[in-house]
């Protein structure tokens, strides 16, 4: 059974670009959530996504975007990066919504933006 | 909105003894779980241990036990014979136990643990 992956690992942006991050949930899992953890701090939760349909958003603006596909894989999108944009993005599979599925995360992608 | 609060920035102990990192919350909600997540330096979050609000038995995972005190919104961590390997950030978490609200997580600030040899 493959885990969850992202994909880049690392990537370098300047002010202003757009990036696109990608995570490829656990098989049989169909809910993705995706979480910002910026240097020495919590992960903050981005937005969720449940058989490829937004179900949930933190607080965000809405530059930052995301999709779901149909084998539940996912991808995040950050229009107009910002410097404070600069952090470990993650990604997190389940089987469902409920609080008793686990969450299963990815390593990361490390985004600086310059 | 929940909010989580970890008041231990960093905490060091040595191999073999216990220590116990802690946690405390707020919410109106009274259907929820509680988890401790471990984030060792290759940045993978790993789930240590979970607790649902309506059991009131704290839960144990081998060297890991809870002690979940409901009333006073609390919720610490005990690790026993600690091992070099449990050095890492343990992040407290938060999750509504309403399936309509959707499985969001609100994490704490984080603690740094180290075990010495």
């Known amino acids: 059974e493959t885990g969850v992956t992202q994909s880049p690992t690392h990537l370098i942006k300047t002010r202003g670009q757009q990036v696109t991050l990608r995570c490829s949930s656990q098989?049989?899992?169909?809910?993705v959530s995706w979480y910002q953890q910026a240097l020495g701090q919590g992960p903050q939760f981005i937005f969720q996504?449940?058989?490829?349909?937004?179900?949930g958003r933190g607080n965000f603006p809405p530059r930052f975007s995301g999709l779901q596909f149909p084998n539940y894989s996912s991808e995040l999108n950050v229009n107009a990066l910002e410097l404070d944009d600069s952090a470990l993005y993650l990604c997190?599979?389940?089987?469902?919504?409920?609080?008793?599925?686990?969450?299963?995360f990815g390593p990361g992608t490390r985004l600086t933006v310059t | 909105a929940q909010t989580v609060t970890q008041s231990q920035p960093e905490m060091s102990v040595q191999e073999a003894e216990t220590v116990t990192l802690s946690c405390t919350y707020d919410t109106s909600e009274s259907n929820y779980y509680l988890f401790w997540y471990k984030q060792p330096p290759s940045r993978q979050m790993i789930l240590v241990i979970r607790?649902?609000?309506?059991?009131?038995q704290n839960a144990t995972e081998n060297r890991f036990s809870v002690n979940f005190q409901k009333a006073a919104k609390s919720f610490s961590l005990k690790i026993s014979d600690s091992q070099l390997g449990d050095t890492a950030m343990y992040f407290c978490?938060?999750?509504?136990?309403?399936?309509?609200?959707?499985?969001?997580?609100?994490f704490g600030e984080g603690t740094q643990l180290t075990v010495n040899p």
């Open positions: 978490a938060f999750m509504n136990g309403e399936e309509t609200s959707g499985s969001r997580l609100t």
């Open positions: 098989s049989g899992h169909n809910t």
């Open positions: 996504y449940y058989r490829e349909e937004e179900n």
């Open positions: 607790q649902e609000a309506y059991k009131q």
């Open positions: 997190a599979s389940s089987w469902g919504l409920a609080g008793s599925y686990e969450q299963y």
